[in-house]
């Protein structure tokens, strides 16, 4: 479980992340929703070891990884998709999911064995393995992207905005598959400016807006709240 408490992180006079609350227990899927701007990836990069928090504290499974540098975050069980999707082009969709045995978390077996996880749940990038990932549509570089953050065997999985720019239907796919990991037991804190879409596949939503957390519930209590859609739309 991920436990997130009165976290604050600024970008230089910009207090982008005011005394956040919020908990991700083990095997939830919980969403984070705002606007633009609202301080929804400054949070989780504040989470993943990408940005010093000011303030606060950052707990997994009870472990304080406070302000620790990223490989110590993922090697604590962590992993992220980041907004805009960075996998190594120059490499093919194969080297690029060969590259989580760095992570330090894996044995040969694990690698092995989550290759093939990672195939089953993305039949394209089986498909394109020997392919560069430069030459994948944005779609599959997102699948490439979530592959990865898999390949470490994560605890928890932080995914930021994974729909941004993408085609409906790719957007599906991605969904099904987030829902497939929530359903075997994944734990995962799912940032989207879709609220619809969020909604839809959460057991808890967090709504933020200008760097604090306004309101939480469960999706059906948050489809009535009034400041869901002030934090949504303006
Ligand atoms: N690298 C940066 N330098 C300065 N300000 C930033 C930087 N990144 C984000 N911000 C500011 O921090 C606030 C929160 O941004 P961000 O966490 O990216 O929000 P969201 O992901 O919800 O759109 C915004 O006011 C944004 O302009
Ligand atoms: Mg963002």
């Not at 899927?29 to 400054?42: D, E, P, Y």
Request: a negative charge; aromatic letters at 4%.
């Amino acid at each position: 479980m991920l436990h997130v408490s009165r976290l604050c992180a600024a970008h230089g006079a910009v207090q982008a992340v005011r005394e956040v609350d919020l908990e991700v227990p083990a095997g939830d899927l919980v969403a984070l929703i705002g606007a633009n701007g609202a301080g929804k990836t400054t949070t989780l990069h504040a989470i993943a070891g990408l940005h010093k928090p000011a303030s606060g504290s950052v707990r997994v499974g009870g472990r304080d990884i406070t302000g620790w540098p990223c490989h110590k975050v993922v090697r604590s069980g962590v992993a992220m998709v980041a907004e805009g999707r960075r996998i190594a082009p120059p490499l093919t969709v194969h080297e690029n999911l060969e590259l989580a045995v760095y992570s330090g978390r894996t044995t040969k077996q694990q690698q092995k064995d989550g290759l093939a996880r990672v195939y089953d749940l993305f039949p394209r990038l089986a498909d394109r393995r020997d392919q560069l990932a430069a030459s994948m549509s944005g779609g599959e570089q997102q699948m490439l992207a979530f592959g990865r953050a898999l390949m470490t065997r994560p605890d928890v999985l932080l995914l930021d905005e994974p729909s941004m720019g993408l085609a409906p239907s790719i957007v599906d796919v991605l969904f099904e598959t987030i829902t497939t990991l929530h359903e075997s037991g994944a734990t995962i804190l799912l940032v989207e400016q879709n609220a619809e879409l969020a909604l839809a596949v959460s057991d808890h939503v967090y709504v933020m807006q200008r760097g604090r957390i306004v309101s939480h519930g469960d999706p059906d209590e948050m489809r009535s709240e009034p400041e869901v859609m002030t934090a949504l739309f303006g």
